[in-house]
């Protein structure tokens, strides 16, 4: 702790010790020990002395006892040779400030000079009940208690509309060599003068309506939001009277509240600043103050130096860790997660982007804090008026989060969700992930105003709203220039390669816990992914890690632990534990579930699979081997369908022996249909796909004693059909050739 602020929360405690000795000492003489003494309906008599200190104060005699304690906690300021600690007595002062300025306004009360015309003055029980359940359970992210004035009207209007922009409560207190916060917003328009200036003569509600109470001119004032915020611990928390750790405690954890001083500090703003952190609320100020970083009395930082008016807000949430919270989502069609399984037929579609048509990518990075500008949504080429109705345009979302307990590991997850959120506006079909994404906008939500920004916000809003506990601050860069979708690809392909590479190694026989996904159900109302360390999500963007940390973030989420159980068949990848979770899950359709085969009990297919697998009848009957086709590949295939025919038949959620939706990244696997012998069963796969995983296959096939067996691996380039495809593998001497038949 600084000595120069200890020093100046010290002489501002006895500062103010002393006034509230004097005043109640005249107040005594004037009207004698049994006075009552009280603030306007409540039923906590002075709240912060019958939280802290138990006392129920109800006459002038009694309030003697807040007098005493506070002469007790006043710490004599640090010397100017001895180093002491210093953090105890500026914690100290801070309690004995508080109770002090709680006395000297109920004095004020007494004396009829306190509220001030144009102030709010104390808050009573009724409005802390109404307003204080949403301050503690979260629908009012905090409150701010803006000490001061800000250097101009300008930038009192920019601070006060940062602070609506989030919804967070903001209490004016105090001034600046005599200028108020209060009457610059006047000037600015953003508050009523006076009654009259309101729409029905009630400045109050007028005030609680904008988000926007003005306490009192003095920094004493700070005590109407402080004891309104204690008594939360006593209403809501439940604690007793007196027990002030557990109200502190309370405070810290439970309330989001912080100090913002505008303009210069002297000692009572120091020592009040110290109060308030006593109860958990850090301070941050635009001026010149030694800072204290070190966290423990508040759960972050807390006194904190931002010059930048630009970023103070923001500056004050992260410190705070003020979870932001959009209650309503202002685009132009409905949100719903009813809209989710919603498709958008091709007459019906304004545009489309992605799918077979043009690039489309989603990639979310997490950040530093003061790397992200949250709600910053920014878009990088034309928006989707600019093509024809039933046109295609290139789109990418660059998404990049901050937050004080995100990790990287909780990167894929994230992403993962822009296909749930994006489906969830009215009009708006989303499939895929990465960098294979489609996505069409229906004429009705374009007509409605709907426009790519309107997607961001959406993202923006769902991804602060589903993960509070690791999201605090989001921004989204939109694409639609090509060359810049390039840019950031190249960017992206690495980071999925090495979120990929993470779970490799690992073996399905190390864990005894799979996970489950179930976010495909809105498509496929049965389908359940199984994933495994040497089986990822059909999709590709889910492993076995990705489906961890999913369940560690939200545990009644999507993505579910999956006891193995005891093992029915080891060759196949059977448990007795998945069968009963997939049964369960996949509304009893599923009964069984072999993890490891293409011909029995494979596991469903939705329809976001990276790529179809699918066995090669031969004009002989039998079937020695399989076919693999991608999603970006448009081509006629050996088994004459072309993917969106084949996925046609294999998705919806059905088991469906012989055809099986996987991630790419399966075929290189141990476990890929090792049932059936694994890898030497592929005759066939588009080149694109063989080039991208050849290095993989050749590691595979070594492993498996089949050197050199990518070459003997057909593709487009000598085969679409089964008669040109048999003589080609026959000349190659294709190991599945000497298989027994699948069928
Ligand atoms: S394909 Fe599977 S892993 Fe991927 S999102 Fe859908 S259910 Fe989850």
């Given at each position: 702790?600084?000595?120069?602020v200890?020093?100046?929360?010290v002489r ?27 603030f306007?309906?409540?039923a ?13 104060v ?10 005493e ?10 010397s ?12 100290d ?16 009360y ?22 204080g ?9 905090g ?6 004035a ?23 207190i ?25 729409e029905?003569g009630?400045?109050?509600k ?6 926007i ?9 700070i005590?109407y939001?402080?004891?309104w915020?204690?008594r ?18 309370y405070?810290?954890a ?19 600043g ?40 923001e ?6 860790g003020?979870?932001?919270t ?20 091709r007459?019906?579609?304004q545009?489309?982007f ?5 690039k489309?990518?989603e ?7 003061g ?5 910053k949504?920014?878009?990088?080429g034309?928006d ?7 046109g ?19 990167e ?19 499939m ?14 374009f ?11 959406l993202?923006?809003a ?16 939109i ?16 980071v ?14 190390s ?19 199984v994933?495994s ?12 890690l ?15 632990p ?11 990848g059977?448990w ?31 329809g ?10 031969e004009?002989?009957?039998?079937v ?16 004459g ?11 919806g959620?059905?088991q ?11 075929i ?16 066939w ?15 595979r ?9 990518l ?6 380039t ?19 050739l ?6």
């Amino acid at each position: 702790m600084s000595k120069v602020v200890a020093a100046a929360a010290v002489r501002g405690s006895h500062a103010v010790a002393a006034q509230a000795e004097e005043k109640l000492k005249a107040a005594l003489e004037k009207h004698g020990e049994g006075q009552p003494l009280a603030f306007p309906e409540t039923a906590f008599y002075l709240p912060m002395a019958y939280a802290l200190l138990g006392l129920e104060v109800s006459t002038l005699g009694e309030a003697r006892q807040v007098l005493e304690t506070v002469k007790a906690l006043l710490p004599e300021e640090p010397s100017e040779r001895l180093w002491l600690p210093y953090l105890s007595s500026a914690l100290d002062a801070g309690i004995a400030t508080l109770l002090a300025e709680e006395l000297l306004k109920a004095l004020a009360y007494l004396e009829g000079e306190e509220p001030l015309e144009g102030w709010h003055g104390f808050i009573s029980d009724t409005i802390l009940r109404t307003l204080g359940i949403q301050l503690v359970d979260g629908r009012l992210p905090g409150f701010a208690a803006v000490v001061g004035a800000a250097p101009d009207t300008e930038t009192a209007v920019h601070v006060i509309r940062e602070l609506q922009k989030r919804n967070i409560l903001t209490f004016l207190i105090g001034n600046h060599q005599g200028r108020t916060m209060r009457d610059q917003l006047i000037e600015a328009g953003v508050l009523p003068r006076d009654a009259s200036e309101t729409e029905d003569g009630d400045l109050q509600k007028a005030w609680w309506g904008r988000y926007i109470v003005p306490l009192g001119p003095d920094t004493e004032s700070i005590i109407y939001a402080l004891n309104w915020a204690i008594r939360g611990a006593l209403t809501f928390g439940g604690h007793k009277k007196g027990d002030w750790k557990a109200c502190l405690d309370y405070t810290r954890a439970r309330i989001f509240a912080f100090g913002l001083g505008l303009g210069d500090i002297d000692d009572l703003k120091y020592a009040s600043g110290a109060g308030a952190i006593n109860m958990g609320f850090p301070v941050i100020c635009d001026t010149e103050i030694p800072e204290i970083r070190p966290t423990g009395v508040c759960t972050y930082e807390e006194l904190v130096r931002e010059l930048d008016h630009q970023r103070i807000v923001e500056t004050c949430v992260e410190v705070r860790g003020v979870k932001v919270t959009v209650s309503k989502i202002d685009i132009p069609v409905p949100v719903a997660a009813a809209f989710e399984g919603e498709t958008v037929r091709r007459d019906d579609m304004q545009v489309q982007f992605g799918g077979k048509y043009t690039k489309a990518f989603e990639y979310l990075r997490m950040r530093e804090m003061g790397e992200v500008e949250d709600g910053k949504i920014e878009l990088v080429g034309p928006d989707c008026d600019a093509v024809e109705v039933g046109g295609a345009m290139p789109l990418g979302f660059r998404i990049e989060v901050a937050g004080r307990k995100m990790q990287e590991d909780f990167e894929p997850i994230l992403e993962r969700q822009v296909h749930t959120i994006v489906n969830h506006a009215m009009g708006v079909f989303h499939m895929g992930q990465r960098d294979l994404t489609w996505v069409r906008i229906s004429k009705d939500a374009f007509a409605a105003g709907l426009r790519l920004r309107h997607l961001g916000e959406l993202l923006r809003a769902e991804l602060l709203q589903k993960f509070p506990a690791i999201v605090d601050k989001v921004q989204i860069t939109i694409y639609t220039d090509e060359a810049e979708i390039d840019r950031v690809l190249a960017e992206a392909r690495p980071v999925w390669q090495a979120r990929d590479a993470r779970v490799a190694g690992m073996t399905d026989e190390s864990v005894d816990i799979f996970y489950s996904c179930t976010l495909c159900q809105s498509y496929a109302p049965n389908h359940v992914c199984v994933i495994s360390p040497e089986r990822l999500g059909l999709c590709g963007a889910y492993n076995w890690l990705d489906g961890k940390a999913a369940y560690e973030i939200n545990p009644a989420g999507a993505n579910q632990p999956v006891p193995k159980g005891r093992v029915i068949d080891e060759v196949k990848g059977q448990w007795e534990g998945v069968n009963e979770f997939v049964y369960q899950a996949s509304n009893k359709s599923v009964e069984r579930f072999n993890a490891y085969s293409l011909m029995e009990d494979p596991m469903t297919s939705c329809g976001c699979f990276e790529c179809i697998m699918a066995i090669l009848p031969e004009p002989t009957g039998e079937v020695h081997g399989v076919m693999i086709v991608n999603r970006e590949y448009p081509g006629m295939t050996p088994c004459g369908m072309p993917f969106t025919t084949l996925a046609g038949t294999v998705g919806g959620g059905m088991q469906t022996p012989g055809f099986l939706g996987i991630g790419r990244l399966y075929i290189v696997s141990r476990k890929f249909i090792s049932a059936e012998g694994g890898l030497p069963r592929v005759l066939w796969m588009p080149k694109e796909l063989k080039e991208a995983l050849a290095e993989r296959i050749e590691e595979r096939a070594k492993e498996m004693g089949l050197e050199g067996f990518l070459g003997k691996i057909a593709d487009e380039t000598v085969a679409t059909t089964m008669e040109e495809l048999m003589p080609w593998l026959q000349e190659k001497d294709h190991p599945a050739l000497k298989m027994p038949s699948l069928l």
